[in-house]
């Protein structure tokens, strides 16, 4: 593995990990934009510009777009969070010239306003969608009631309000400071020829003119609620717990990747055998999401409405016990060995490797080679474990139940 970087003079920065074994290479446009730098009144543009991305630019058509990865065989895609909007593509070794001006052509679309209606449809039929699916649902609503007035409560569709008053020229304006290169890095992974790659950027990216584009970092103060929202229509009972947890930034990740193994892995874990096993719930799960300049510890549960309250108490003592006790050593040895499986197994493939090769440099301005992550994991204690959960209030917690019960 090698790893490079440079920088153009406009401020966009290349990195890449080269593997001259590897079959293939991935490269990536990782744009630092997405729901929290929106304000309240264009909530939701971060997604809808990532549509219109694929909608043509001035030297190619949709349908050119299209056909060209086609041709290519590329598997391509894109994808927008809270934090990041990433344009990406898989190639063959052969095709890297061509995958980047593709890449760097659509991330200067033209945003026709003919595109632009007839896609607000698409988002607003998306925004349906994904409101009959109780699970996102419950995720949207407890990150709002989480977050509060910080950026990070905003929805990443949006909603059918502003999506609807969205109007061209707010994307507009919003691409020009979102979209500057200060705030693109291209990432390349694989089967890469470097000096080459560096040519072939500079030539599609270098007359890209740079604006500085900042990002609200306001301190996260968690609301602590516990909210009930009544749905007759669903059979089931919902409920999400979050709670703090390290930023992408912190030492303490690691821990914190342990941590939610240890208490909410879908199999082998805490809850897995307090609630899943027992059959008291038909999910138990806990996850660790690391954001910029702080983190989440999620929990879902979903069970019969009957046993709601009976599996949220089981999942709340479970939590409690662990502050006392942390990890045993057995649970220990799992959750790193299956943590790092799941890297390795991912880590294989360039296009596995590139968005780990990529949030490394957008959130910490470094490069860490697999092995060496590895063993940073591998390095993790119980106590370093213990540490997370009590630093940051294991059972301090915001709630958002969704199903038949309106209350506990």
Same mark, same amino acid.
């Given at each position: 593995?090698?790893?490079? #970087?440079?920088?153009?003079d ?5 990195v890449?990990?080269h593997?001259?074994a %590897? ?20 909530n ?7 549509h219109m ?8 058509s !949709? ?9 290519? =065989?590329?598997?391509y @895609?894109?994808?927008?969070?809270? /934090? ?11 095709? &890297? ?17 003919e ?9 607003? $039929? ?7 699916? !109780? #699970? ?8 709002? $009631?989480?977050?509060?007035p910080?950026?990070?409560s905003?929805? *990443?569709?949006?909603t059918?309000?502003?999506?609807? %008053? ?22 390349a992974?694989? @089967?890469?020829?470097? $000096?080459?790659?560096?040519?072939? *950027?500079? &030539?599609?990216?270098? #007359?890209?003119?740079p604006? &500085? ?6 301190a996260?103060? !968690? ?5 009930? *929202? ?7 009972? #919902? ?6 947890a390290p ?12 941590l939610?193994?240890?208490l ?14 027992? %059959?008291?719930?038909e ?22 409405p ?9 999942a709340?003592?479970e939590? %409690? ?7 045993? /050593? ?13 890297? *390795?197994?991912? =880590?294989?493939? !360039? +296009? ?6 990529g +949030? ?9 080679p697999?092995?060496?992550?590895i063993? $940073?994991? +591998? ?18 917690t915001?709630?958002?139940a ?7």
């Amino acid at each position: 593995m090698d790893f490079k #970087h440079t920088q153009l003079d406009n401020g966009l920065t290349i990195v890449a990990e080269h593997a001259p074994a %590897a079959e293939s290479l991935a490269v990536g446009f990782f744009v630092r934009t997405g729901a929290r730098d929106e304000t309240p009144e264009v909530n939701g543009v971060s997604h809808f510009l990532e549509h219109m991305v694929f909608k043509g630019t001035a030297r190619r058509s !949709p349908l050119d777009v299209n056909r060209e990865f086609d041709d290519m =065989g590329a598997n391509y @895609n894109a994808f927008t969070s809270e /934090e990041n909007t990433v344009y990406y593509a898989q190639v063959l070794p052969e095709f &890297q010239a061509r995958a980047v001006d593709l890449l760097a052509d659509i991330l200067r679309p033209a945003l026709r306003e003919e595109d632009f209606t007839t896609e607000k449809n698409v988002i607003l $039929e998306e925004i349906a969608l994904y409101e009959d699916r !109780p #699970h996102f649902k419950v995720f949207e609503r407890l990150m709002a $009631e989480f977050f509060g007035p910080h950026p990070l409560s905003q929805p *990443v569709l949006g909603t059918a309000q502003t999506i609807s %008053a969205l109007r061209r020229g707010q994307m507009l304006d919003y691409f020009r400071q979102r979209y500057s290169p200060t705030n693109i890095t291209v990432v390349a992974v694989g @089967n890469i020829a470097w $000096e080459a790659l560096a040519e072939q *950027v500079s &030539q599609a990216c270098a #007359h890209w003119e740079p604006v &500085q584009a900042h990002r609200l970092m306001p301190a996260v103060e !968690p609301a602590g609620t516990q909210r009930w *929202v009544r749905d007759a229509k669903l059979n089931r009972q #919902h409920i999400g717990l979050m709670g703090l947890a390290p930023s992408a930034q912190s030492p303490q990740r690691y821990a914190a990747q342990v941590l939610a193994t240890v208490l909410g892995d879908s199999t082998g874990s805490r809850l897995y055998y307090a609630l899943v096993e027992p %059959a008291i719930a038909e999910e138990a799960s806990v996850s660790y999401d690391s954001m910029d300049g702080t983190g989440g510890l999620l929990t879902f549960l979903i069970s019969d409405p009957a046993r709601a309250n009976e599996a949220l108490a089981i999942a709340r003592r479970e939590f %409690a016990t662990f502050l006392t006790q942390g990890p045993t /050593e057995a649970e220990l040895t799992a959750a790193k060995n299956k943590i790092a499986s799941a890297s *390795v197994l991912r =880590g294989e493939l !360039p +296009m596995g490797r590139l968005p780990a090769v990529g +949030m490394d440099w957008v959130y910490r301005r470094s490069y860490t080679p697999l092995a060496e992550q590895i063993d $940073e994991l +591998m390095a993790v204690t119980a106590e370093d474990v213990l540490a997370v959960a009590r630093d940051y209030r294991l059972t301090d917690t915001t709630l958002l139940a969704l199903g038949p019960n309106d209350k506990p």
